[in-house]
Each structure stands twice: as structure tokens, then as C-alpha cells.
T-cell receptor
């Protein structure tokens, strides 16, 4: 299993450009998450999904959009990029069930710079 | 509201010395508790987790953590650190938060190892 994969690893955007960060998991997890990590701030939840076709906002959703058309994929869309979106973005997944412990499995991250 | 506090932003220890990283949580029900480690430029890797049973849990890389309900703490320990332990460490509490399965992370503690 590849686990959780993210592309690209690095990206530089100009202010006002748009892009999509890709995330995929092959563990058949129903939950998927997007976080951003800023220095000294820990991880902040942007959006999450409880299954295909179901998404919801986290703590810091402004400026982002998501979709979940399949169990495996959970892309994050940045529209009109702003310098405040310079960050490291992590995708994660988890499963529910009688043996669930709420553990999340993380991808390697995407480092985004907006200039 | 659910929250996690890691009081130490940055800790420096000498190689071979013992280590304790502090974590305090606030959660209304029985908590699921986690420690993750993030090496420079990498994603988050699970060190250990607690959700029931023995309050002293063992993890990977020689780490352990002790759950103390009376103190709302879940401190991470290692008897002798290695240079490769230099990383950022995140404590998290998991559960059903606002109707969905989520983790809430502390701000992280950056560990530096002196040779």
C-alpha cells in the first residue's frame, strides 16, 4: 500500500493564480482531511470529508474548496491565491468502525509559496 | 471545548540525556490521545497512542507516554535521546468533535539535540 500520497511536493504561485493540491489514499478509509501547518501554530483543519460526496468545513476554510467524488481522492482547490496561503499542506485519512481509534494517517505534505 | 496545550515550544537536550515532553488536554469524554513526530521536511508519523487499558503506553523508537487522568496530561518520555530524535513533536486528542471524527493538535514542541 502506498498509504496517503500528495502531489506536488513543492509549488510557487503568483498572487491571484489558482491551483489544485492532489491527495489520494489506497486504504479504503472513509474519512479524509486537509490541514495547513504554519510555524509555531500546529496543524489547522481546513476541510474534511466523511465519505464520497460529503464534505464539511474545518477551522480555516476561507479561500479553499474541496470535492470528494471517490473514496480514494480528496483534492484541495485554491482560488485566487494570496500570500496568507503560503504554508505546508497535509492530507490525512482515517477510518470508522468498531476498531477505530481515531488515528489519522498523513501524507508527506505540499509546500506552497505564494508571492 | 477540546484543546491541547504543549507548554514548551522548544527544548534542547544533550545526546544520551533523558527527555520529557509535556502535553495537557481538555476533552469532555474519555480521550483518545496521540503523539506524532515530524522530521524536517517530512509528514507526521505516529509514535504512540492511548485509548484504554494500561496508562503507560509504549511506542516506536523507544518512546513511551503516560496518561494521567487526574492531571489531564499525556507526557512523552524517552530515557536516552539520540541525535536522530531531533524533530517536532505533536500531541493530539481525538474523538467525535462537532459530529465528526477529528483530531485536535497542540502547537508542537521542537526538539534540538546537542552532541
Amino acid at each position: 500500500n502506498a498509504g496517503v500520497t500528495q502531489t506536488p511536493k513543492f509549488r510557487i504561485l503568483k498572487i491571484g493564480q489558482s491551483m489544485t493540491l492532489q491527495c489520494a489514499q489506497d486504504m479504503n478509509h472513509n474519512y479524509m482531511y486537509w490541514y495547513r501547518q504554519d510555524p509555531g501554530m500546529g496543524l489547522k483543519l481546513i476541510y474534511y470529508s466523511v465519505g464520497a460526496g460529503i464534505t464539511d468545513k474545518g477551522e480555516v476554510p476561507n479561500g479553499y474548496n474541496v470535492s470528494r467524488s471517490t473514496t480514494e481522492d480528496f483534492p484541495l482547490r485554491l482560488e485566487l491565491a494570496a500570500p496568507s496561503q503560503t504554508s505546508v499542506y497535509f492530507c490525512a485519512s482515517s477510518y470508522t468502525g468498531t476498531t477505530s481509534s481515531y488515528e489519522q494517517y498523513f501524507g508527506p505534505g505540499t509546500r506552497l509559496t505564494v508571492t | 471545548a477540546q484543546s491541547v496545550t504543549q507548554p514548551d515550544i522548544h527544548i534542547t537536550v544533550s545526546e544520551g540525556a533523558s527527555l520529557e515532553l509535556r502535553c495537557n488536554y481538555s476533552y469532555g469524554a474519555t480521550p483518545y490521545l496521540f503523539w506524532y513526530v515530524q522530521s524536517p521536511g517530512q509528514g507526521l508519523q505516529l509514535l504512540l497512542k492511548y485509548f484504554s487499558g494500561d496508562t503507560l503506553v509504549q511506542g516506536i523508537k523507544g518512546f513511551e507516554a503516560e496518561f494521567k487522568r487526574s492531571q489531564s496530561s499525556f507526557n512523552l518520555r524517552k530515557p536516552s535521546v539520540h541525535w536522530s530524535d531531533a524533530a517536532e513533536y505533536f500531541c493530539a486528542v481525538g474523538g467525535i468533535i462537532q459530529g465528526a471524527q477529528k483530531l485536535v493538535f497542540g502547537q508542537g514542541t521542537r526538539l534540538t539535540i546537542n552532541p
